[in-house]
């Protein structure tokens, strides 16, 4: 009993760390839809994220510094999206799909000038890494039935983004539907024109937004490329910026049900090397390229709106224009 207990925290331990680049891009884009902008550009801003941290990491040795310049990249990226869409009132779509491009791009031509290693950052020794934090107690209570494994291998041992991630859940929550702020915000992506009647800027409100979510982007960037992974390789970011929006999309725009989203996708890529080899019944051994492909199936299925018709806000992608 106590080795299954083992064997279920350490696949919900690696279920989190996988999941927490979605999880903060999904936050992202929850604040960025919530206040009416359509963000497609999470796959780009997590990008340039994990780039400028690993370079950064790299030429300082500091992965706080790293950390610092993954956020900033991401909020650069965000401010120009913000330009673009609510400013010049342009097609968000376009202008999200232009950030993901120019992320794809421009990370690999600036990899190449500033390491000359293809497009790739040098491998960060672990002073250049947030590494995984032990909490006290962690190693004496690892015996323990039943909570000592959940504390010692589940609890324990995450990394500090892990935990930063988690903590973005219940801190959007709050913002969002215990604040003054997070009220606007929710009422210039539904009503845009009652926000603008009452006597607030709908334009600064989305611009506020967008940054929001460039910041958290940023953040997940960074956790993949100094935290979760020992440098910046090209295409690191895989997806997980669509596979989020699928996540923010299945979750109907609410942050609880979005993080359980996120945790499912989490849970099918991490059931991908304890499944390979596995045989089924009439099926035989599973390929454990089918398992990898799991996530990205089920982005298709969530956006295809197979579960369900999810009813964004009413705002949603329509730029404001102010009447005179």
């Given at each position: 009993?106590?080795?299954?207990?083992?064997?279920?925290?350490?696949?919900?331990?690696?279920?989190?760390?996988?999941?927490?680049?979605?999880?903060?891009?999904?936050?992202?884009?929850?604040?960025?839809?919530?206040?009416?902008?359509?963000?497609?550009?999470?796959?780009?801003?997590?990008?340039m994220g994990a780039f400028a941290a690993a370079?950064?990491?790299?030429?300082?040795?500091?992965?706080?510094?790293?950390?610092?310049?993954?956020?900033?990249?991401?909020?650069?990226?965000?401010?120009?999206?913000?330009?673009?869409?609510?400013?010049?009132?342009?097609?968000?779509?376009?202008?999200?799909?232009?950030?993901?491009?120019?992320?794809?791009?421009?990370?690999?031509?600036?990899?190449?000038?500033?390491?000359?290693?293809?497009?790739?950052?040098?491998?960060?020794?672990?002073?250049?890494?947030?590494?995984?934090?032990?909490?006290?107690?962690?190693?004496?209570?690892?015996?323990?039935?039943?909570?000592?494994?959940?504390?010692?291998?589940?609890?324990?041992?995450?990394?500090?983004?892990?935990?930063?991630?988690?903590?973005?859940?219940?801190?959007?929550?709050?913002?969002?539907?215990?604040?003054?702020?997070?009220?606007?915000?929710?009422?210039?992506?539904?009503?845009?024109?009652?926000?603008?009647?009452?006597?607030?800027?709908?334009?600064?409100?989305?611009?506020?937004?967008?940054?929001?979510?460039?910041?958290?982007?940023?953040?997940?960037?960074?956790?993949?490329?100094?935290?979760?992974?020992?440098?910046?390789?090209?295409?690191?970011?895989?997806?997980?910026?669509?596979i989020a929006l699928a996540a923010l999309i299945?979750?109907?725009?609410?942050?609880?049900?979005?993080?359980?989203?996120?945790?499912?996708?989490?849970?099918?890529?991490?059931?991908?090397?304890?499944?390979?080899?596995?045989?089924?019944?009439?099926?035989?051994?599973?390929?454990?390229?089918?398992?990898?492909?799991?996530?990205?199936?089920?982005?298709?299925?969530?956006?295809?709106?197979?579960?369900?018709?999810?009813?964004?806000?009413?705002?949603?992608?329509?730029?404001?224009?102010?009447?005179?």
């Open positions: 009993m106590h080795e299954v207990i083992v064997d279920i925290a350490q696949i919900l331990a690696s279920t989190l760390r996988l999941s927490t680049p979605l999880i903060l891009c999904a936050m992202a884009g929850l604040f960025s839809e919530r206040a009416g902008v359509v963000d497609i550009g999470l796959e780009g801003k997590l990008l370079a950064v990491a790299s030429l300082t040795g500091s992965p706080w510094l790293g950390l610092l310049a993954g956020i900033l990249a991401g909020m650069a990226m965000a401010l120009v999206h913000a330009f673009a869409c609510i400013t010049h009132r342009g097609d968000q779509i376009v202008s999200g799909v232009a950030i993901n491009i120019l992320a794809s791009g421009l990370t690999v031509v600036m990899g190449i000038a500033i390491f000359s290693q293809g497009g790739q950052s040098p491998p960060l020794s672990r002073e250049e890494r947030f590494l995984p934090i032990t909490l006290p107690f962690a190693d004496a209570l690892r015996g323990v039935p039943i909570l000592g494994p959940i504390y010692a291998d589940l609890i324990s041992g995450q990394n500090l983004l892990v935990y930063v991630a988690l903590l973005s859940v219940p801190l959007a929550v709050v913002v969002l539907f215990a604040t003054s702020f997070g009220l606007r915000l929710r009422a210039v992506g539904e009503a845009p024109e009652a926000v603008d009647s009452a006597g607030y800027s709908v334009a600064w409100l989305r611009y506020r937004a967008v940054l929001i979510a460039g910041l958290l982007c940023g953040m997940g960037g960074a956790y993949l490329s100094i935290a979760h992974g020992g440098g910046f390789v090209r295409e690191m970011s895989a997806g997980k910026g669509y299945f979750g109907k725009w609410r942050p609880v049900p979005t993080l359980f989203a996120c945790l499912l996708f989490g849970v099918l890529e991490s059931s991908a090397s304890r499944l390979s080899g596995v045989s089924l019944p009439l099926v035989g051994a599973i390929p454990v390229d089918v398992v990898l492909l799991a996530p990205y199936v089920l982005t298709v299925v969530l956006l295809a709106g197979f579960f369900g018709r999810a009813i964004p806000p009413r705002a949603l992608s329509v730029p404001y224009v102010k009447d005179r």
